[in-house]
């Protein structure tokens, strides 16, 4: 059976704020993780539209899509043309999730929430010529589920091909995120087996790993038990955690040990009134400062998320964000103006309130505004977001924000690390049109490698002079 998997591009890939870079980074490991369900006779062929162009000139029998809120249009028109040339079409992702009816139009089955225990069922009832409409997860597990499709991953496009997802999910339930949504029939936190998470790890090449968990940390025995036996592997891995994992207990020093050298923390808001509203428990009451100061010490560079528009925001929001992260050294930041996804608690809010100003989903980016914002008008909050980035990202301030760390390494590090990321797009571009994206890898595990502050090389190497002159 030919089979074609699909990740189409997302709008904002194709807007003048387009950096090539930043959409050339993952592969589809959702895409890969369904494929290990097929069958070795299967005539696969995966295709990402971010980083190459699509060749829909073929003939498969089944066609597989998986569909955001920005790439829906697309996929639905892919799926469309698939569909009359008489492939058999599956559809599936968040958006289908969320809204399975619009979905439904376009596909012949539809996926509801993962898929991992649904697709094989599916392929029996295909080949048996008896498939449903819908198939719609219950059963959460991760145990014995096939390996990972990574030959069907084009490896030279992307700057990090050694993406990897131990876990699926998260423990919270934040009122902006898809997770709860998305995993609404079931748990909607799982881990694989720490051997199984190890044994993958064990076969990717190189040492640089980039964990695409949404909370590494989030369950603390397995992910104690997975940093044990990273330890000694010689890894360098980035990932996300929450402000409360950081500062809790000892697992970040743990992450640390085992090779955490970077990681995605969702700040959203340095408001306590807009952590409420958005039920962001995790963040509430937390020293966010005592947190990026643990994350230094131990010489991790930090990527602080940040939302604008939440309704205790007003016009000082962007400035007052800016400099707080450029104040603490945050290695680098995103911006996103709130979006309410429909699915999600905030959605039924915001359409409660009749405050829903489009459903256009093209424009649910996270750089447009949807929604009619409390305290400040669409072209304020736009501006801002847009000023955020400009003045975060300023030779000035990344100068600045590097400059506080304490060793010089670190300060090395956070300029090479951030003025890399940002200031050298021309080059990035190159990179990718010659296919040699991948080539840049060891560059990055250089600049990841591991910095320790003075004063915890201090502390190792003199812990009792330190506590006399502490206490
Ligand atoms: S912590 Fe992150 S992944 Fe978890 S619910 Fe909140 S936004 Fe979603």
Known sequence: MKVKLILPALTEAESPFWRPIKYSLFP????????????????????????????????????????????????????????????????????????????????????IGPAEDTFPQ???????????????STVRTLVDIPPVR????????????????????????????????FFGNGKSFYTQRTEDALSEINQLPGRHLYFLDDH??????????????????????????????????????KAAEAGLRS??????TLSPANLQT??????????????????????????GSFVYGLDDDDKDVFKRTVDWGVENSLTTATYHILTPYPGTKLYSEMENGNRIITKNWDMYDTRHVVYKSRNLTTTELETGYRWSYDEFYKWSNIIR?????????????????TGGWKKFEPFWNLII?????????????????????PASELQTEFPLIIRKTTI
Not at 151 to 179: M, T
Not at 263 to 268: A, D, I, K, M, T
């Open 263 to 268: 990681v995605f923390v969702g700040f959203e």
């Open 401 to 417: 924000a590097s400059m506080h760390h304490e060793s010089d390494k670190h300060k090395l590090k956070h300029l090479f690390y």
């Open 122 to 136: 599916f392929l029996k009832d295909f080949k048996n010529k008896n498939p449903k409409k819908l198939y719609s």
């Open 433 to 453: 049109k010659t296919g040699h994206l991948n080539d840049m890898l060891p560059l990055l595990e250089k600049i990841l490698s591991q910095v320790k502050n």
């Open 216 to 253: 590494l940390l989030g369950d603390e025995r397995f992910a104690r038990s997975l940093f044990d036996g990273m330890k000694g592997m010689g890894r360098i891995f980035q990932s996300a955690a929450t402000v409360e994992s950081i500062l809790k207990g000892d697992l970040i020093e």
């Open 278 to 303: 958005s039920n962001k428990k995790q963040n509430l009451g937390k020293d966010y400062v005592k947190a990026i100061n643990r994350l230094h010490s131990l010489g991790i560079m930090i990527n």
């Open 28 to 111: 589809p490991l959702g895409l890969a993780t369904l494929a290990a369900f097929l069958s070795e006779d299967d005539d696969v062929d995966l295709q990402d539209q971010h980083v190459e162009v699509l060749n829909l000139d073929d003939n498969p029998d089944l066609v597989l899509i998986q569909v955001y809120i920005t790439n829906a249009y697309r996929a639905y028109s892919i799926a469309d043309l698939y569909r009359r040339k008489g492939s058999y079409v599956l559809l599936g992702g968040l958006h289908v999730t969320t809204l399975p009816d619009e979905a439904a139009q376009h596909a012949d089955t539809i996926f």
């Open 150 to 181: 990574r030959d069907l991953i084009k490896r030279n496009r992307y700057l990090v091909p050694n993406s990897i997802v131990v876990s699926r999910g998260c423990p919270h339930h934040c009122n902006f995120c898809y997770k709860d949504s």
